[in-house]
């Protein structure tokens, strides 16, 4: 069972930048951020694809960069430019053969 743990949520102002951190227990190719806003479904913000590059949702092009550092378990989102929308929990998720997903980190933009 790869368990996952987020860590650098919490609350800037628009315009502003933020960083998550998610680390897995045990390397784990498959991984990415997803986030889910209130009354919203979840959605797909970045991820590795299985040949291992970084792919992006629209909402994220040219404001959030995904990276991973494979010695370390660790995917990391660093998240620039950020807009009220962009209010809400971010999770980590990891796949092989199931989804994995990490229990959340909340991600607040307002002034």
């Known amino acids: 069972q790869v368990q996952l743990v987020e860590s650098g949520g919490g609350l800037v102002q628009p315009g502003g930048s933020l960083r998550l951190s998610c680390a897995a227990s045990?390397?784990?190719?498959?991984m990415g951020w997803f986030r889910q806003a209130p009354g919203k479904q979840r959605e797909l913000v970045a991820h590795?694809?299985?040949?291992?590059?970084?792919d992006y949702a629209n909402l994220a092009k040219g404001r959030f960069t995904i990276s991973r550092d494979n010695a370390k378990n660790t995917v990391d989102l660093q998240m620039s430019s950020l807009k009220p929308e962009d209010t809400a929990v971010y999770y980590c998720?990891?796949?092989?053969?199931?989804?994995?997903w990490g229990s959340g980190t909340q991600v607040t933009v307002s002034s």
């Open positions: 045990e390397a784990i190719g498959r």
């Open positions: 590795f694809t299985s040949s291992g590059k970084p």
């Open positions: 998720w990891a796949y092989r053969g199931t989804n994995y």
